[in-house]
């Protein structure tokens, strides 16, 4: 299937064709191994949080946020 054909699909059919690859993956036994970038951007949020230095807000001043 194209990415033509999928835009082309009503979004009820592309949420049900979305949730049945996540379904299809969450039941793969393969390991798929994290980029090293995204091992880096932990490292350096891990580091600043144990630094003191991370401004740290709520889950809802988050979402006030993005009005």
């Not at 835009?7 to 994290?34: A, F, G, N, T, Y």
Request: proline share 3%; hydrophobic share 35%; glycine share 0%.
């Amino acid at each position: 299937m194209t990415i033509t054909e999928i835009k082309s699909l009503p979004v009820s059919e592309r949420i049900m064709l979305m949730e049945e690859i996540w379904d299809s993956l969450c039941h793969e036994h393969e390991q798929i191994e994290s980029p090293l970038w995204h091992q880096d951007i932990l490292s350096d949020r891990l580091e600043l949080l144990n630094s003191k230095q991370a401004t740290l807000i709520s889950l809802q001043e988050l979402k006030n946020t993005n009005r």
